[in-house]
């Protein structure tokens, strides 16, 4: 994979920074706290990587929201908003509702009109692989990205057919490193992968083998971050749109633990300091 064009700098610069924004239905919601904390002690990004509902709440940081104006877009979005009942044979719902939705306040629908280079991941239901946009319509990238198989269709783009980015990148953070990160800081909005009762419907039932079948690849994706934030999710359901604030917060307190080792990573030498030192130059 080839580093993102509008990441591409003088490597004595400055370390380049990348956010990975994982997938966890609801749960994601901490990833808003995260961004937040981040921004209030002047850390912002230079890339974000997101999977599934980290692809969203990356969508929205990158065009340049405020961070009062996420929060509120946090706590009044449901899943009417996201998508709606059509059950065909590739799932029982659509997300084409979402594009309607993010129309409706996004400044851009494209990546180029993004404001914080964004790397979007989604899967080729086709053969197995996972897709990263990086251009092109945004609106239809996140609707790949979060077509969780079962409950969202797929989602056909630039010729291919894919679905939920989760299968094969839960947490980007490889991809972050692929794209010619220094520095990468990870979401992990998992929680235990172990429920405290039995799934009582197919949406449950559905969630929950998702979570198992990604669970053990995603801990081995965490290997390619340099921090790793791991907001408090217990009690909190992957559905559960109505704890956003309660999220949000949790996202704030975690990404406080870790400020002060993001800002040692970011003392680190850039790529050329490295190579003059090794060359003795």
């Known amino acids: 994979m080839k580093p993102h064009p509008e990441t591409a700098r003088d490597p004595g610069r400055k370390p380049l920074f990348a956010v990975a924004l994982g997938g966890g239905g609801a749960r994601g919601l901490a990833h808003v706290g995260v961004l937040k904390v981040l921004e209030l002690n002047g850390l912002r990004p230079d890339l974000v990587v997101g999977t599934s509902v980290g692809a969203l709440i990356g969508a929205l940081y990158c065009a340049g929201f405020a961070m009062h104006d996420m929060e509120e877009i946090a706590r009044k979005v449901r899943w009417k908003d996201l998508g709606s009942f ?13 594009e309607k939705w993010l129309s409706g306040f996004m400044p851009t629908r494209t990546f180029a009109g993004l404001k914080i280079p964004l790397a979007v991941c989604a899967t080729n239901l086709v053969t197995g692989g996972k897709v990263v946009f990086l251009q092109g319509d945004l609106f239809t990238a996140v609707r790949a ?16 057919t894919c679905a939920d980015g989760g299968m094969t990148q839960y947490i980007p953070a490889p991809v972050a490193r692929e ?103």
């Open 86 to 98: 059509s059950f065909n044979l590739s799932g029982v719902s659509s997300n084409v509702r979402m």
């Open 145 to 160: 990205s979060t077509a969780l198989p079962g409950i969202y269709s797929p989602v056909e783009i630039e010729g291919l």
């Open 179 to 281: 794209l010619g990160a220094d520095v990468v800081l990870a979401c992990d909005v998992r929680g235990e992968v172990a429920l405290p009762g039995t799934p009582r419907n197919l949406y449950q039932v559905l969630v929950q083998a998702f979570a198992i079948a990604t669970y053990h690849s995603s801990t081995e994706q965490l290997k390619s971050a340099d921090i790793v934030v791991t907001p408090d999710m217990k009690d909190i359901g992957w559905e559960d749109l109505s704890q956003a604030a309660t999220i949000m917060v949790a996202g704030e307190y975690a990404m406080k633990s870790k400020l002060a080792e993001v800002r040692e990573k970011l003392k680190r030498p850039g790529l050329w300091e490295r190579v003059k030192g090794a060359i003795g130059s």
